[in-house]
């Protein structure tokens, strides 16, 4: 391996580690990155900084009490440092009892894909594994990034492939693309991380080509900012949570010009006439004309019309960001791309058709060869217990309640510990003061995390874990064509210790230390995983290093497959042979199994469904401000927070709130005031950035910054001083169907604070 520094691997990209005197004390960014991200300079002050859990700690009424003493003192009492042993001890024998006396179901085993970008030291593959041998838990099913389009897409075309990926990819759009349309944008920021880390962020060189060589971009979306990679890119502002209903009016458009590919219609999908009757208006009375939709969008009806007819008259591709399905009936904006690119007839060629998440995340539409990453295997949850992955706070509000899911009728179990590993719920979750109250039920909480996260500081046990950079590892995105050897290139700091290693005593504890284990080292481990994706990239024609020359070169590069990749197009030339796994096999429009569950918020096919909170909503009235909590540019979700990237973008210690200027102007506000931001759901500080990136009426307000109320004792009245949005987002799921997050379906208002700043102490050790 070259000796300019120790290769490793991130969330958001790979680089070399520089160490002296066997510190960490700065990173070079790998090489092949053309783009490489600003959050990888806060690695070393993370790396050593203050807000390390330093050693195992328990909650101060736990330590003298025991488990289960003042659940009300969470996030408010101070913490007792202990010894390993104790802490294991107190763990293994909470995890016997509630076993033995309430059954695996009980224990809910909580983590977040984005916990590592190593596929061996994956926190919550990890934790799955070990709580699997143990018996089961209660688990969390799909993500916060796209959950109401993994329960919804499996019925429209068989599988959530269009959402998660692959997608058609960017040398195929390069080629025939001439229209690319974008509801959300592609927006450069989220293309800078990846959950599996990468070689090279090339978003913004695909969309440089894209424009150098004459493609149309169309920005539909409230902010300007989302498609910042082409600036010539046309802007067509609209209200957020909107999307459907303006989609919806394109297929008006389409049918009544009699442009709808009704060859395509007939041979690849099905429903195309029930969807046709509720756009015509047949089944409600109201046609979805772009008039209709106008009022509705606040997009012009020509521009809408002009759009529609743009989309049939030249090779045109749809994309739809993932964070429009965060959102009051998510899962309907979805269907209705699908719609929309079905009467249009492109799907399946090149160039064409649609897609979810291109610009979402690093690597999506990334040309390589269809290869499996590494993975530890995880074993199977013999307890068959879970819970849709935003429903945590209904399930320990309500154990022993039914609710709908996918066609199902489920029951939240009554849950008595929390072990947590990896992944921050008091930023991902919305509605946090009510997460806070859902979060003392339980008799116990473990947490096991690298930094005092506020879910760290909600614990009863917190349990010091290691960074990526204090193990080895192999890092690998599966979209991003690299696999990355992650070397060590520090030594654990203070007394933490890798999440296998945790678990590894703790199987130890229970007997089962062998089958965790399996017998292998962490060498071993990392060459056995590596050489299982070995084995089946081979079978796909693509031949890996063996382990110890990837190991020395440092990575390895998946190549490009011959011809571009392009989603649906096996299913476009033989529809018979080449079935989706739907019931008719094909694309469903109208699907009778869907519409056989009855839901009012989600019916068998794309049509409009009023939000809860939207700027056309009758609580616009009081809170006539739509808050978007997109991603930030200056870190990932909420890592890396107390960074340097990350802290100089804060106002006055705030996390940055863009406002238009003309609301800006009736409140009298300016670029670097504070102001409070709130709604019946909470308040929080945010400091002020004047801009029309932003639509009227919109707010641009990043989720991320660690939650930090003023009154930890009871949250839920007081002010949140740093900036978190997650204490105005509504806590329902996006439907029946999908039961998905809905953080971008909230309004809120916006005053001046003129009171004295409280200091922000998220970032300094806990008492």
Request: include cysteine; proline fraction near 7%; glycine fraction near 10%.
């Amino acid at each position: 391996m070259p000796d300019d520094g120790i290769m490793h691997g991130s969330h958001w990209g790979a680089f070399r580690a520089n160490v002296k005197d066997g510190r960490v004390v700065g990173v070079t960014p790998f090489d092949d990155d053309k783009d490489p991200s600003q959050i990888l300079d806060a690695i070393p002050e993370m790396l050593y900084g203050p807000t390390r859990i330093a050693e195992p700690h328990m909650r101060k009424s736990v330590a003298e009490h025991g488990p289960g003493a003042n659940p009300e003192g969470r996030g408010a009492e101070p913490f007792v440092p202990v010894s390993w042993d104790q802490a294991l001890d107190v763990v293994a024998a909470e995890l016997r009892r509630v076993k033995a006396d309430h059954g695996n179901e009980a224990i809910f085993g909580g983590s977040y894909g984005w916990s590592s970008a190593g596929r061996f030291h994956h926190a919550k593959t990890q934790m799955q594994r070990f709580m699997n041998l143990f018996g089961g838990f209660t688990g969390q099913l799909h993500n916060y990034s796209y959950a109401a389009a993994l329960a919804v897409l499996p019925h429209i075309l068989g599988s959530a492939e269009a959402s998660q990926g692959p997608v058609s990819d960017w040398d195929g759009l390069l080629r025939e693309s001439k229209f690319i349309l974008c509801f959300g944008g592609m927006p450069l920021k989220n293309a800078q991380v990846d959950a599996g880390g990468g070689g090279s962020h090339t978003m913004a060189d695909f969309l440089k080509r894209a424009e150098d060589q004459g493609i149309r971009f169309v920005n539909v979306s409230p902010v300007r900012e989302d498609l910042e990679g082409v600036p010539s890119a046309e802007w067509i502002p609209i209200r957020p949570g909107t999307d459907t209903a303006m989609i919806l009016a394109m297929a008006h458009v389409i049918a009544s010009e009699g442009k709808a590919d009704r060859s395509f219609l007939d041979a690849y999908c099905v429903g195309y006439e029930r969807f046709l009757a509720h756009v015509m208006g047949e089944d409600d009375g109201q046609p979805k004309t772009p008039d209709w939709a106008a009022e509705i969008t606040g997009v012009p009806a020509d521009t809408i019309r002009a759009l529609a007819l743009a989309l049939v008259e030249t090779r045109s591709y749809i994309n739809m960001a993932w964070g429009i399905q965060r959102a009051d009936h998510g899962e309907l904006p979805f269907w209705a791309v699908v719609s929309l690119a079905a009467m249009v007839g492109q799907i399946g060629l090149m160039g064409g058709g649609f897609g979810f998440g291109m610009g979402s995340v690093n690597g999506m539409g990334n040309p390589r060869e269809r290869t499996p990453s590494p993975t530890l295997p995880a074993g199977v949850n013999r307890s068959d217990s879970w819970i849709p992955v935003a429903r945590i706070a209904d399930m320990l509000l309500h154990p022993g309640e039914p609710y709908d899911f996918n066609g199902e009728e489920r029951v939240y179990p009554d849950t008595r510990l929390i072990y947590w590993c990896g992944g921050n719920p008091f930023h991902h979750h919305q509605d946090l003061n009510r997460l806070v109250e859902a979060w003392r039920r339980p008799e116990t909480v473990i947490v096991q995390d690298i930094w005092w996260t506020a879910t760290a500081r909600h614990a009863d046990i917190a349990l010091p874990a290691t960074t990526t950079l204090e193990r080895n590892d192999v890092g690998s995105g599966g979209r991003d064509p690299y696999i990355i050897a992650m070397h060590k290139a520090a030594e654990p700091v203070a007394d933490s210790r890798s999440d296998h290693d945790i678990f590894t005593s703790l199987s130890d504890r229970m007997g089962f230390k062998e089958a965790f284990t399996e017998g292998r080292t962490e060498r071993e481990w990392l060459e056995h995983i590596y050489n299982v994706s070995r084995q089946l990239a081979s079978r796909r024609g693509v031949e890996m290093p063996g382990f110890d020359q990837f190991w020395e070169n440092g990575h390895f590069k998946v190549p490009k497959p011959a011809e571009p990749f392009v989603m649906l197009s096996d299913f476009r030339a033989d529809p018979d042979e080449r079935a989706l796994n739907t019931p008719s096999g094909k694309i469903e429009l109208f699907s009778e199994r869907v519409a056989g569950f009855g839901y009012d918020d989600c019916p068998g096919y794309a049509a409009w469904r009023e939000p809860k909170e939207y700027l056309g909503s009758a609580a616009a009235a009081k809170y006539p401000l739509h808050m978007l909590s997109n991603q930030p540019k200056t870190r990932l979700h909420s890592q890396m927070d107390a960074g340097g990237a990350s802290r100089r973008s804060k106002i006055k210690g705030r996390e940055p709130m863009w406002i238009n200027t003309d609301d800006a102007a009736a409140r009298d506000l300016k670029d670097g005031d504070v102001v409070r931001v709130f709604n019946d759901r909470g308040q929080t500080l945010a400091g002020v950035i004047v801009s029309d990136i932003v639509m009227p009426g919109v707010i641009q307000f990043p989720t991320g910054a660690w939650f930090d109320p003023l009154d930890r004792k009871s949250p839920g009245a007081a002010l949140e001083k740093h900036g978190n949005p997650n204490v105005l987002t509504r806590d329902e799921g996006t439907s029946k169907l999908g039961q998905g997050p809905s953080a971008h379906s909230a309004l809120v208002q916006v005053e001046r604070y003129d009171g004295d700043l409280p200091e922000v102490t998220v970032h300094q050790k806990p008492v």
